[in-house]
C-alpha cells in the first residue's frame, strides 16, 4: 500500500455496465456533457463539463493510482477557460460522454463507443462502498476492470 500524496483526496467508486435498453428511461433527464482529455504519457486528465443552462467549468486532474482496494488518491484543480485552451493542446486521447445524475451516482453515456454506458457511485468509506447494493438497472460491475477506465474508453474513441 503506498501512502496518499499530499493535497490529494481519497476517491472510493464503484461502477456497473448499464444495459442500452434502460437507456430510454434517460429521456428528458437533465445531464452535463464532460469532454475529457488523457494527456499522453501521463495520469493527467483535462476536463470540461457543461451542464444544461450552458454553465461551464473546467478541472485538471491527476490520479495516482489505488492505494487500498477501493481508494484512489486524487487531486483536482479548476481552471479558467483560458487555462483550459492552452492545457486542451496537449496530445492525448479525448472522450466525451453525456452524464446523468440518477440513483445517488450517476451515469455516463459515452459518444462513439456503440451505445456504452457505465453507472458509478462515489462512497465516503470503503465499507460504504462495499456494502453498497446497486439498482436494478446496473449490470457486470466494471470497477476493477482496466478496459472500463476513462483513459481506456479514450483510446477506444480516438
Known amino acids: 500500500m503506498t501512502s496518499q500524496p499530499k493535497y490529494s483526496l481519497p476517491e472510493i467508486e464503484r461502477r456497473w455496465l448499464v444495459s442500452p435498453t434502460f437507456l430510454a428511461a434517460l429521456d428528458g433527464v437533465p ?78 453515456v459515452y459518444e462513439g463507443i456503440s451505445t456504452l454506458a457505465i453507472f458509478e457511485v462515489e462512497f465516503e468509506s470503503e465499507s460504504d462502498a462495499m456494502n453498497y447494493a446497486p439498482p436494478d438497472f446496473a449490470g457486470d460491475e466494471v470497477t476493477d476492470h482496466a478496459s472500463y477506465s476513462g483513459a481506456a474508453l479514450a483510446s477506444r474513441t480516438g
Open 31 to 108: 445531464h452535463r456533457i464532460v469532454e475529457d482529455l488523457y494527456i499522453e504519457g501521463t495520469h493527467l486528465r483535462l476536463r470540461k463539463m457543461v451542464n444544461t443552462s450552458g454553465e461551464t467549468a473546467y478541472k485538471f486532474c491527476k490520479k495516482y493510482g489505488r492505494s487500498t482496494s477501493l481508494a484512489n488518491p486524487i487531486t483536482n484543480i479548476y481552471l479558467s477557460e483560458e487555462e483550459y485552451r492552452t492545457l486542451s493542446a496537449l496530445k492525448g486521447k479525448r472522450t466525451c460522454k453525456r452524464r446523468y445524475a440518477i440513483a445517488d451516482g450517476s451515469i455516463d
